[in-house]
């Protein structure tokens, strides 16, 4: 089963077992730091969405990684079940390479056989509220909303011509996360913000294991599906992340 599917069943069954495991109180803040490597398994590009526009994939151009992956999360109980979150995750990579076909970019030509600079960026800021539905000594289940802020940039450039394509906005997405206790020291934390439809698609998704180094911090490993794009009149990109990571979090 797929996580966002796991993700949705496991909502189902929390609703069904509200009445008999109460909210209990927790840490009003927890702060996870993710440190780790990232794939591209995906990335193609088609700027102008026309005639105009060159379709090419810069993940058979510049090889699929890894590069640097990092997020940083924080969550704020103000009272009860009602929370907010507070996440950064930069990614960004720049590599030269040489495309065996003269592409078409953004208004510039940029020919074949000629080594190219190829920059990829796609930080993404969000900020959310959530509900927690479920929480006692064993699992944990919450759902809400997250405003993402998309910053992304595709800049290519070589010797007599250069051309950057930029993005920035707010996409709105929706958000659920999960835990479940396997004993004192180990527990599975999974979290998805997501939403399809329309011109395009933004899918984080992540499944971790944790281990309790102390009553307030754990050390874990996460792995993490990253995926989304758009196609519109002005663009078409569409790329896919997959990315392991070590994780420190701490409760306060």
Known sequence: MKLPQLMLCSFGACLLHLCINPVAAEQPLSVRLSVGSSWQ????????????????????????????????????????????????????????????????????????????????RFNSWRVGYHYTFLNNEV????????????????????????????????????????????????????????????????IDAGLALDFALTKRWSLGAEVRILDGGADTDDVYNFAQFNSAAVALSAEF
């Not at 595709?154 to 709105?172: H, K």
């Open 41 to 120: 398994t995906r990335n193609d590009v088609q700027i102008p969405n026309s005639d105009q526009g060159t379709r090419f994939s810069l993940r058979d151009a510049v090889g699929s990684g890894p590069v640097p992956a990092a997020r940083l999360e924080m969550n704020w109980s103000m009272y009860k079940r009602h929370g907010l979150r507070i996440m950064l995750a930069p990614l960004s990579y720049s590599e030269s390479v040489e495309f065996d076909q003269p592409v078409d970019f953004d208004g510039q030509r940029f020919a074949a056989n000629e080594t190219t600079r190829a920059s990829y």
């Open 139 to 202: 699992s944990m289940f919450r759902a809400g909303a997250t405003l993402k802020v998309r910053d992304a940039e595709i800049r290519l450039g070589q010797s007599d011509a250069d051309s950057s394509n930029d993005d920035v906005g707010i996409v709105p997405l929706l958000y659920l996360a999960g835990s479940y206790k396997l004993n004192d020291s180990w527990k599975i934390r999974a979290d998805l913000d997501g939403l399809a439809g329309g011109p395009g698609r933004a």
